[in-house]
C-alpha cells in the first residue's frame, strides 16, 4: 500500500512504515491465533519484506515494477537491494528519521504479531 501510494503521489512519509508494522501484526494475530514467538520473529521478517517492496515499487513505480517481474529479470531487485542499503546508511538527518521510523514499524511487526 506504501509503494502504490507513493509511486502515485511521489511523496514519502515515513509514519506509514508504523502503519505497515500495525497491518502485518494484525494480520499474523488474526490469522496466526498464536502465542509462541515463532509468530514475533515472522512478523518482523514480514514486516521488513513490506517495507523494502513498498520502497522498490514507489521507487521504479507499480507498472514498471510490475513489467520487470514479468519479464524475469531478477538482477534489479539485487541492484536496488544495494542501493537501499547505502541509503539507509546515510547520515543525513532524513535518512537516520526515515531509518528509525523503520525500525519502528519492524519492532511494532515483531510485538504486536501475538496474543497477550
Known amino acids: 500500500l506504501y509503494g502504490l ?3 502515485f503521489i ?3 512519509f515515513s509514519a506509514m512504515f508504523v502503519a505497515v508494522g500495525y497491518g ?3 494480520v499474523i494475530k488474526h490469522f496466526g491465533k498464536g502465542v509462541h514467538t515463532r509468530f514475533m520473529v515472522v512478523g518482523a521478517i514480514m514486516t521488513t519484506f513490506a517495507i523494502f517492496l513498498g520502497d522498490m515499487m514507489s521507487v521504479y513505480s507499480v507498472p ?3 513489467s520487470l517481474l514479468l519479464s524475469g529479470n531478477f ?3 539485487g541492484i536496488f537491494f544495494v542501493a537501499w542499503l547505502r541509503s539507509m546508511a546515510s547520515a543525513d538527518v532524513s535518512g537516520i528519521l526515515s531509518l528509525a521510523f523503520r525500525l519502528i514499524g519492524i519492532y ?4 504486536q504479531s501475538v496474543i497477550l
Not at 108 to 111: A, E, F, K, R
Request: charged residues 5%.
Open 5 to 7: 501510494i507513493t509511486s
Open 10 to 12: 511521489h511523496v514519502s
Open 24 to 26: 502485518v501484526a494484525s
Open 64 to 66: 514498471r515494477f510490475a
Open 75 to 77: 538482477s534489479f531487485i
Open 108 to 111: 511494532i511487526g515483531y510485538t
